[in-house]
């Protein structure tokens, strides 16, 4: 096939993606739509799942990681209620993909991942697909990056025992953060808005997700 044909069949798996996985199942934002009908998912899953890339279902991306289902990189990116001012921190670097995904809706991403094999994969990523906003650290997600502090939103890409204080503490006044909480085997997607002191948190979906490891999640 040639490139043009590949590119172009890749374009036809991403809006039948968008119809049937998010569309009808009740993702509504128009950013989330856009930015997901564009970001490459095969380049982020690699080359051995480029033919499953846009199946709905996680992907395996080695060193006990996952590319999650495109659904739930919709549902989160939904619920964080994103503007073009935003700048935003992502906890889980992975295969880059809900980074992407970010970037193509706000004004910068910070991304914090634990796996240098991972964090340089993604940053190559990043660069041969043109995301110039996306800014990567090689570090324990669960402290945060509190020089680049505060932000306007927050998702965890891993599932926490409970919301990591850090990462509360960088969270902007009036912010939103996004996270799986619950067991090592079992979630639901946690929503926190800062109200000045206050904190005001509701639940949604089920999930399921890799633990998140550090001093403020599992230990590994």
Request: proline letters at 5%.
């Amino acid at each position: 096939m040639a490139p043009e044909d590949k590119e172009n069949n890749y374009k036809d798996m991403r809006e039948e993606m968008v119809t049937t996985q998010l569309i009808r199942r009740g993702i509504r934002d128009f950013n989330v739509l856009c930015a997901m009908r564009k970001v490459p998912r095969h380049v982020f899953a690699g080359p051995s799942n480029a033919g499953r890339a846009y199946a709905d279902m996680a992907l395996d991306i080695g060193m006990h990681q996952t590319i999650s289902q495109p659904y739930m990189v919709a549902v989160m990116t939904e619920l964080l209620a994103l503007s073009n001012s935003d700048k935003v921190l992502e906890i889980g670097t992975g295969s880059g993909y809900q980074a992407a995904v970010l970037s193509e809706i706000v004004a910068r991403v910070c991304t914090v991942e634990r796996i240098e094999s991972l964090a340089v994969e993604a940053k190559g990523k990043f660069a041969e697909s043109g995301y110039e906003n996306i800014d990567v650290k090689l570090a324990d997600g669960t402290l945060g990056w509190p020089e680049e502090s505060p932000f306007d939103k927050i998702i965890i890409t891993a599932a926490a025992p409970d919301i990591p204080e850090p990462l509360i503490a960088q969270l902007a006044t009036y912010g939103i953060l996004i996270a799986p909480v619950g067991d090592r085997h079992s979630q639901s997607l946690l929503k926190i808005v800062k109200d000045g002191e206050t904190i005001q948190k509701s639940h949604h979906v089920p999930c399921i997700f890799v633990p998140l490891i550090g001093k403020y999640g599992w230990a590994d």
